[in-house]
């Protein structure tokens, strides 16, 4: 079975902290993303990889960056964490499209973050 | 307008009834549609990919009209355990990426 792990479910953290989101696959997946879901907004993409070391922008990058220094492990920052930025948070990866023909995207249980 | 639409519900339907969703797209270059599920608190999780010809999965159907860009999942013979939030997801036309609607929630009530 396909394991996306996330490093918290739940999260508090204070206005102007640095946050760290920590996101493990083992399947040996190219592709990462990071999302968050919003009540009536859905998931929105933050950021995603392709490759070790590569990152791209998805539509909401604002106030965020993204970490891959190894294929399994894609991490989320949030440098200077603002109310606006409480929501849930999730991970998921893929293999490469066409390599897989249902391009299944994988999540993990999500870390809902509150910022106080 | 947005790039995947879907009506939010909330849908509310005895069991044993046939329910259909609607999605429209708005990048006539996508090739990849799919439906994912997700259960409150849960992640979401795939349910079926949707293919030209259209596909059946048990209960449920999934079809494809690319002139209109629309696509639907019908469910028949609705369960209780079919309640949760159906999300349309349709690829960014080549690039390594989807986009998920914002789903519509299914109560199937006794």
């Known amino acids: 079975d396909v394991k996306v792990t996330q490093s918290s479910r739940y999260l508090v953290k204070r206005t102007g902290e640095k946050v760290f989101l920590e996101c493990v696959q083992d399947m040996d997946h190219e592709n990462m993303f990071w999302y968050r879901q919003d009540p009536g907004l859905g998931l929105r993409l933050i950021y995603f990889?392709?490759?070790?070391?590569?990152?791209e922008k998805g539509d909401i990058p604002e106030g965020y960056s993204v970490s891959r220094e190894k294929k399994e492990r894609f991490s989320l920052i949030l440098e200077s964490a603002s109310t606006n930025q409480t929501s849930m948070y999730l991970c998921?990866?893929?293999?490469?499209?066409?390599?897989?023909?249902?391009?299944?995207?994988?999540f993990g249980p999500g870390t809902r973050l509150t910022v106080l | 307008r947005k790039e995947v639409e879907q009506d939010p519900g909330p849908f509310n339907v005895p069991e044993g009834a046939t329910v259909a969703f609607n999605c429209t797209y708005s990048n006539s270059a996508s090739q990849s549609f799919f439906w994912y599920r997700q259960d409150c608190r849960k992640e979401p999780k795939l349910l079926m990919s949707?293919?030209?010809s259209g596909n059946e999965d048990g209960r449920f159907t999934a079809q494809l009209n690319r002139a209109s860009q629309y696509i639907s999942l019908l469910i028949r013979d609705s369960k209780l355990s079919d309640s949760a939030t159906y999300l349309c997801?349709?690829?960014?036309?080549?690039?390594?990426?989807?986009?998920f609607g914002t789903g519509t929630k299914l109560q199937v009530i006794p």
């Open positions: 949707v293919y030209s």
């Open positions: 990889s392709y490759d070790v070391k590569m990152k």
């Open positions: 998921a990866s893929s293999p490469v499209f066409g390599v897989n023909p249902v391009n299944e995207q994988f």
């Open positions: 997801v349709v690829d960014s036309g080549g690039y390594q990426k989807v986009t």
